[in-house]
């Protein structure tokens, strides 16, 4: 396992997980919160995250397919999706328009299903290489 990226709440990992590429994301412990309810806040998350990502998926939108959720460890293991951030498609868009505005689209789609109660930032998105969003919830 190779820690890819850290955020404010999780790391996020690289591995393999039966002969498929995947990634382990992990919410760590806050050390100044109390014990209990670090791991209940942890363990509610992870949880939701996961319903969260479900839902879009239902709702037609491409997510990772999820592998695996361990919510004593607080680690949800998914499909390793490779592509840029939407972030960085945005950057280097410029001032073109998207692809057939497939993104304000997907966007539009999750607010539709009223998904996520956070904003949706444009790190959380990765653009495939065959012109595809898909969303990557993460903190």
Do not use: H, W
């Amino acid at each position: 396992m190779e820690l890819y990226k850290q955020g404010a709440e999780s790391k996020i990992y690289s591995t393999i997980y039966f002969d498929r590429k995947a990634i382990i994301k992990e919410r760590f412990s806050k050390q100044y919160r109390n014990k209990l309810l670090d791991q209940t806040l942890r363990k509610e998350r992870t949880k939701a995250e996961s319903k969260a990502i479900l839902k879009c998926k239902q709702g037609g939108i491409v997510t990772p397919a999820i592998y695996s959720l361990d919510l004593n460890d607080c680690k949800i293991t998914m499909e390793n999706i490779n592509g840029q951030t939407i972030n960085d498609y945005l950057i280097n868009m410029g001032n073109k328009k998207d692809d057939n505005a497939k993104l304000t689209s997907i966007l539009m789609n999750i607010g539709a299903i009223r998904t996520f109660r956070r904003i949706i930032r444009t790190l959380n998105c990765n653009k495939k290489p065959i012109k595809t969003f898909c969303l990557i919830y993460s903190e």
